[in-house]
C-alpha cells in the first residue's frame, strides 16, 4: 500500500542525462544559498513568516498541477505517445513479475512530472505547517537552555523546506518550458 502512495514520486526514477541536474543539482545550490542568506540576513523571528509567505504561494499549485496532469492525461493529440526523441528518458516499470526498463513517451513523461509536482507541493505545504508550528518553540525552548539560534536541526529543517521549495519551482519552470515550446518542435 505504502508504494502506491508514494508512487507518485516515481518521476525522480526517471533516467535521463541531464535529469539530475534539474532534479537535485540546481535545487541543492540554490537550498544551501537560501539557508546562508537566512542564516546571515534574517531574524530568526522572521522565518515563521517567511515560511507563510511562502506558503500561501505554494498552496494554490496542488489544484494547478492536478488540472494539467488531468489535460495532459486526457489531451487528444497524437504526437504526445510517440517516444520521446534519443536519447529518450527512460524508467523501470513492473510488467509480469519482473521489472522492465522502457523509453518514454511526452504523456508519460509529463504525466510522470506533473503527478510528482502535485505530490510534492502537497508535502512542501506539510512542511510549512510543521515549521511554522515547530520552529519558534524548539528555538525559545534552546535558548532557554543556554543554546542559540540556529541549531543544526533548524538548519536541516529549513533546508529541506528550500531543497523541496526550489525543487517543486525548478522542474515547474522546466515543465512549462516543455509544454509551452519544446513539445511543438520537430524531433
Excluded at 518521476?11 to 539557508?35: A, E, N
Excluded at 526550489?166 to 520537430?186: A, N, V
Amino acid at each position: 500500500m505504502i508504494k502506491l502512495v508514494l508512487r507518485p514520486f516515481s518521476y525522480l526514477q526517471i533516467k535521463h542525462t541531464h535529469k539530475r541536474k534539474i532534479d537535485w543539482m540546481l535545487p541543492i545550490i540554490m537550498s544551501i544559498l537560501s539557508v546562508i542568506f537566512i542564516i546571515t540576513f534574517i531574524d530568526t523571528n522572521k522565518i515563521k513568516e517567511l515560511v507563510i509567505s511562502i506558503l500561501s504561494f505554494i498552496q494554490i499549485l496542488p489544484g494547478f498541477f492536478i488540472a494539467a496532469l488531468a489535460a495532459i492525461a486526457t489531451f487528444n493529440r497524437l504526437d504526445l505517445d510517440k517516444i520521446m526523441p534519443h536519447p529518450a528518458p527512460t524508467i523501470n516499470i513492473e510488467r509480469n513479475g519482473g521489472k522492465e526498463e522502457i523509453d518514454l513517451t511526452r504523456r508519460r513523461y509529463l504525466t510522470l512530472m506533473f503527478s510528482f509536482l502535485s505530490a510534492e507541493s502537497i508535502l512542501l505545504i506539510v512542511l510549512s505547517f510543521f515549521i511554522i508550528f515547530s520552529i519558534p518553540n524548539i528555538s525559545n525552548l534552546l535558548e532557554q537552555k543556554g543554546f542559540y539560534y540556529p541549531t543544526i536541526g533548524n538548519i536541516v529543517l529549513i533546508f529541506s523546506f528550500f531543497l523541496c521549495f526550489w525543487q517543486l519551482l525548478i522542474i515547474s519552470f522546466y515543465g512549462l518550458y516543455y509544454l509551452g515550446e519544446r513539445i511543438h518542435q520537430p524531433d
